[in-house]
Antibody, heavy 117, light 107 residues
Framework: EVQLVQSGAEVKKPGESLKISCQAS????????IGWVRQMPGKGLEWMGI????????RYSPSFQGQVTISADKSISTAYLQLSSLKASDTAMYYC??????????WGQGTLVTVSS | DIQMTQSPSSLSASVGDRVTITCRAS??????LNWYQQKPGKAPKLLIY???TLQSGVPSRFSGSGSGTDFSLTISSLQPEDCASYYC?????????FGQGTKVEIK
């Protein structure tokens, strides 16, 4: 079974940094893309970026370029989303998903990030 | 970026009704259009990819159509478990933008 398991919920203070993980299993990690999607409270889905773990080719949405860093560790089949200089507006659910790359399936369970002083 | 516009933003329909959600792209995306279903508190789930291909395991009451800039998702006979938000996504070019979503409720 293809599965993506994300790290647990986080509570951070403004200005702190955070790295969310997404561990893949049930398929060849290096032959599919992994994407990241943000969902702010009560809002829609926002495409943040994708990475191809096979060669670390990474694409970012201009809306998130420079604000986040996407990486992957092939040795442990895990992708990461790093958020730095956190603000209250970074409070959101963050999802990883396997990309074909023409669609996302399946998705991780989501990681809730709360930024509050 | 390619802008994706869904309509309506929300709808309320009765069990058994035929429901259609539309999605319009700001430029042609050929057939690179996907539909996702998201139930409250859950991760999105792929329903349809490449505009009209039903993902394995998805009930046949869901169907998709369209090409170019105009697309639609149809639920032929609305069921209580279809209460969810639905999102279109273009995968023609990065960033692979989503529509703003359509919330479907049961009357």
């Amino acid at each position: 079974e293809v599965q993506l398991v994300q790290s647990g919920a986080e509570v951070k203070k403004p200005g702190e940094s955070l790295k969310i993980s997404c561990q893949a299993s049930g398929y060849s990690f290096t032959t599919y893309w992994i994407g990241w999607v943000r969902q702010m409270p009560g809002k829609g889905l926002e495409w943040m970026g994708i990475i191809y773990p096979g060669d670390s080719d990474t694409r970012y949405s201009p809306s998130f370029q420079g604000q986040v860093t996407i990486s992957a560790d092939k040795s442990i089949s895990t992708a990461y989303l790093q958020l730095s200089s956190l603000k209250a507006s970074d409070t959101a659910m963050y999802y990883c998903a396997r990309g074909t790359p023409n669609y996302f399936d399946p998705w991780g369970q989501g990681t809730l990030v709360t930024v509050s002083s | 970026d390619i802008q994706m516009t869904q309509s309506p933003s929300s709808l309320s329909a009765s069990v058994g009704d035929r429901v259609t959600i539309t999605c319009r792209a700001s430029q042609t995306i050929s057939g690179y259009l996907n539909w996702y279903q998201q139930k409250p508190g859950k991760a999105p789930k792929l329903l349809i990819y490449a505009a009209s291909t039903l993902q394995s395991g998805v009930p046949s009451r869901f169907s998709g159509s369209g090409s170019g800039t105009d697309f639609s998702l149809t639920i032929s006979s609305l069921q209580p478990e279809d209460c969810a938000s639905y999102y279109c996504q273009q995968s023609y070019s990065t960033p692979q933008t989503f529509g703003q979503g359509t919330k479907v409720e049961i009357k």
